[in-house]
């Protein structure tokens, strides 16, 4: 059974960083994409970030880009969004998700099969 588990989310001022985890087990794809999304309330789920372990392309959303960072750590199957220059635009429910290794310049949710339960990031003004 595939399992993601986030951590890391919480509440923090303007200008500030928060590293979000989210560690997997029981993958059943050789190769996988990662991903993180956010929904913030009455909004549509959006794509953060994601990518691939063996293709080694990573998609980060315009609104994020140079200030979000996703990385993968194989030894541990743990995924990482390393979040800097937060504002209250970032708030949301921040959720991890994994599937198969696709190839494309974004992140679409029909894309990916688990999903964490997600975690809440405040960013207050």
């Known amino acids: 059974e595939v399992q993601l588990v986030e951590s890391g989310g919480g509440l923090v001022q303007t200008g500030g960083s928060l590293r979000l985890s989210c560690a997997a087990s029981?993958?059943?794809?050789?190769?996988?994409?990662v991903a993180w999304f956010r929904q913030a309330p009455g909004k549509e789920r959006e794509g953060v970030s994601c990518m691939s372990n063996t293709d080694g392309w990573i998609n980060y959303a315009d609104s994020v880009k140079g200030r979000f960072t996703i990385s993968y750590d194989n030894a541990t199957n743990t995924v990482s969004l390393q979040m800097n220059s937060l504002n209250p635009e970032d708030t949301a429910v921040y959720y991890c998700?994994?599937?198969?290794?696709?190839?494309?310049?974004?992140?679409?949710?029909?894309?990916?099969?688990?999903w964490g339960q997600g975690t809440q990031v405040t960013v207050s003004s």
């Open positions: 029981g993958f059943i794809y050789d190769d996988y994409s």
């Open positions: 998700a994994a599937g198969s290794s696709y190839s494309g310049s974004e992140c679409p949710p029909w894309r990916y099969d688990f």
